[in-house]
DNA sequence: CCAGCACGCTAATCCGTATTAGTGCACGGC
DNA sequence: GCCGTGCACTAATACGGATTAGCGTGCTGG
């Protein structure tokens, strides 16, 4: 008997009960006044071990129930090797977390692509195919994430997102830039430029908002450069990068520009390949994002195990990798 | 607060039709003998589009009896960068399929680990969640490989695997190792060291006998031994490893003897990070990884469409990379 | 001896969508 | 005036599972 899927029904048959009876035993539900006896329960659960039975996840989500799984949401394909390295550690934490909770992970591959970005809501919206689901994604749309809180869809986002309760589990990229600057200007440093676009993703907005902050309180001056050739032909003498894949060429422009003793450093993680190889002591602060995966996988299982608990917001410490590409200001 | 999801029902109450003439309006369907007035579409239209209705997947799915979820079990977490740069590239051709494909992938983290390795039937069977399942290891069960097939649980193996009816997509090591022995004793090898387990798993078998077999038929002389140290000490011209991440370690042992001229070759694709750097020009040959996940997934489509067709049995060829550590043997 | 109750179970309903059989209506022809 | 026909649409049902009201049976207390 290939094909057909087994279901509720077919164990009822096969043991002589109602199909109630057999979701009654498999959700074996003290609260509910209904009992069963010990017997039938059993002649029940024998016909699932027999027939290898596992309740359907649509029906029971039509029903509104859970199913133990998680989905991971990503605006581009997860396994391709550009953007690998960057998602490879928030998955590990996040499968890590969910081999704890005893949950499996549906990746939405089959979300539509649309202007080289996948949406949400073009087509099916698969998410209510899971449980809960966690976003990652340098940006999210801003309405699609609203209409995710409307809708009472239970998720939360590796990365912290503009809009009022919207969970998320992020990296304080404003304090990690902040200290990375206050430690250039204890090193000499007065004029800095921040090369990126500093925003609208909020974690490039984060990154520039902390350096505009330190700036502002060390009494530094930070001039932010959307392109990296304008800010080496400037007069600084350090130059911060938004994307840690540039420093290799900033550091060659720098050479090809007389201006060796120009400092370079990157805030955080590559997002892609270097063109340039990168210096292997490169100044930087690390991203904890397989803490990040895990705790927002964490929290989504709260969320679904609880849907009125309050949403996460909350935003993890990066660590300052010293390196060698952050010197002192000579006079 | 939270809102509730818009459904066909209240399209249908906001514009005085039907529920079923909403799905009409959204499914279009010329062939069905069902015609809606242009006005009254247009009617559906407008208010699918004002109140940003999008249909429910799990109602559709429900509907249609299809989960359009392939599920993914691996032996080990797929993340985890140990494991990672050995699966990935399958990973990358199963999800490029199931985008194709319009399916989502559910990886099977829940499944609980004893002794080491990850089981099927250990727990309740969570197999049934997906509509079929991609097997993907070294090696797998094969007592749980014979229960898969006698429940009729739609599957395909990524890699080929003992057993009858067992479907699968596998590389054609044997072909491969043995294009690898007569290439070796045309350029004048006689004495061959095969380095590695050999078993039981098919991948390792598969390299073992084709390379018996090549020794057989082109009159050299070929030896079998499983640790590195062996083969080292042996007379032999050439060493061909199970294990690329072997090379390095191989290359510098043989130095350290003395013999820098011992030829060197690896056996498809390293499951492991080198303990030594390998060298660069290895001479070896390409598993085709990222072909092998996606015709799984293509197969494991097919076989979920037509539960009765024929379970696939391929083996995919091994490119050769020339490299520069297979050289001549000099007399 | 019967009311009342507890037990063990089932019938019915709901979730959101797709599909099909069929209904009501207008119009045309004779 | 009546039948036939085609159009535009709806009612009903199915899909798989969860839940609840309620039904029949057997036992107990008065």
Excluded at 7 to 36: F, H, K, P, W, Y
Excluded at 247 to 273: F, N
Aim: hydrophobic fraction near 40%.
């Amino acid at each position: 008997m290939v094909g057909r899927r087994i279901t509720q029904r077919d164990i009822a048959r096969m043991t002589g009960v109602s199909q109630a009876t057999v979701s009654l035993v498999l959700n074996d539900r003290a609260d509910s006044g209904v009992r069963i006896a010990p017997e039938t329960r059993q002649r029940v659960l024998d016909a699932i071990r027999a027939t290898g039975y596992v309740a359907d996840v649509v029906g029971r989500r039509l029903a509104d129930r859970s199913n133990r799984i998680l989905g991971v949401f990503t605006y581009e394909p997860v396994f391709p090797s550009a953007a690998a390295d960057f998602y490879h550690p928030f998955l590990i934490g996040i499968e890590e977390r969910a081999e704890e909770l005893g949950c499996d992970l549906l990746l939405f591959t089959s979300t539509p692509v649309v202007d080289g970005r996948r949406r949400l809501f073009e087509g099916d919206n698969r998410m209510r195919l899971a449980d809960g689901c966690i976003l990652l994604g340098r940006s999210i749309d801003r309405i699609e994430l609203e209409r995710l809180v409307a809708e009472g869809h239970p998720f939360v986002s590796v990365g912290r997102r503009d809009g009022d309760s919207v969970p998320y589990v992020g990296a304080d990229y404003a304090t990690a830039v902040g200290a990375l600057v206050r430690k250039a200007v204890a090193l000499g440093h007065r004029r800095l430029a921040y090369v990126g676009t500093g925003g609208p993703a909020e974690s490039h907005a984060d990154r520039l908002e902390g350096f505009a902050e330190a700036c502002l309180s060390t009494g530094a001056v930070g001039v932010h450069h959307p392109r990296l050739d304008q800010a080496v032909r400037g007069d600084f003498t350090a130059i911060l990068l938004e994307e840690p894949a540039d420093a290799g060429e900033a550091i060659r422009a720098l050479e090809h520009h007389g201006k060796p003793e120009v400092s370079v450093v990157a805030l955080g993680e590559p997002t892609r390949r270097s063109t340039t190889p990168a210096p292997k002591d490169l100044t930087r602060f690390r991203t904890p994002r397989r803490e990040m995966g895990w705790q927002a996988a964490d929290e989504l299982a709260a969320l679904v195990g609880d849907p009125a608990s309050a949403p996460v917001r909350r935003l993890l410490p990066c660590e300052l990798v010293e390196g060698v590409t952050l010197s002192a200001v000579h006079h």
